[in-house]
């Protein structure tokens, strides 16, 4: 036992040599002002690079970002991002030709995972960055379900909460002569809340099914793959999920794509009013299928974010930033983080991009979902090291003490 978990540290500290983990001390810009410190922030990256001993790297990968914000006017996220990533691989700016090797990777093309949050808080504003290779991020998902026993966590009881919910709608006389208007209104409003939690945790980007959509390589037989690839299909295809059929594989059918999109969007809210009015932060979470065959004409992940994604679904659910807008209504430093120029745009996004064998329709696809989420929700890549951390702790002190 104790030379399997030996050879598992030794495997996993292998891998942790590629892993970047980088931390600017800056307040998020729009492009405008951040083109102003654009080469002073950029040389920040790289001296982060050089000093940790950080290589670029020249894959696939799996990126996460979490920016903590007390900007009073700050970009929306996927603006944000896209400004930030053009900073960590593009070699324009550069100050020195020389310092090329050190930006983080080589272009927006091979980010198949992306990640990004905020979180606005009083103080110092700041921002961590995770990189990953994407083979090691998938690796490291098997690895927790295969090697790290987790705490089973309570899971909501979606039928008690819709219970609870259609009680308090058939039920309004009763509670409005038991209680008050206001406190119907207030309980209505946490029941909506619950369901919306629920049912949109059905759409999260979870490593269930990620690692279903990448099972592990080498280990399993073809008709394992495809019964993955078939329950991978139907949860990116899950009824609740909004479909967009094609990418806009033109320059100039982007306007139209998203007119439709938008409609599409309208009929899927009208459809579902339980998501009428949000009731808390949201994050958009996509599945990408790239167009196949498609040489001249490619949207990386995060442009499908900033230009197509992001903009329509801010426009048709206009997310608020805290939950029941009980922060845009007071006057503490809490309150006083939210910035209320972004109010109605989500907090965050998660995308991944499918492997070629999900790319049935020729010109590619978008599976959009959305999360209401909490607070304090912990990046995946945050997640994945805290474990693997923990794991290596744990097998160090009673078996590596020498080690």
Known sequence: MAKKHLLNILNLKRKQKKYINLFLDIAPESKKSMGKNQAEIQKIIIDQMKERHFTKLRSKIAIEIIAYSSKKNPPRIERFV??????????????NVDDADFLPF??????KYLSVRYIFLPGRSHTFIHIRPFSSFISDLHFIDREIEEDETEKDDFFSIQERYDDLLKNKSNYTKLLSEKAYESMLDLATLDMQKSLSSSMAISPFIIRLIYPKKGTKPASIKDTYKEWADSLINFPIRMKLPEIPTKRNTSKAYIEDAKCQLTSYLNDRPIFEELKAPAIATVFYSPPVGEKGFYVDVDNIMLKYVCPIFNDI???????????????????????????GSATGYVIIELPKKYSKLQKGFLSVGFEVVDFDKEGLIQSIDKKIESYMESCEYPYCSDF
């Open 82 to 95: 896209k400004n930030l990533l053009d900073l960590m691989h593009k070699t324009e700016i550069l100050e």
């Open 106 to 111: 080589e272009e927006d093309r091979d980010i």
């Open 317 to 343: 659910f206009i997310p608020p930033l805290t939950m029941l807008n009980l922060h845009m209504k007071k006057k503490d430093k809490y309150s006083a983080a939210i910035p209320k120029s972004l109010n």
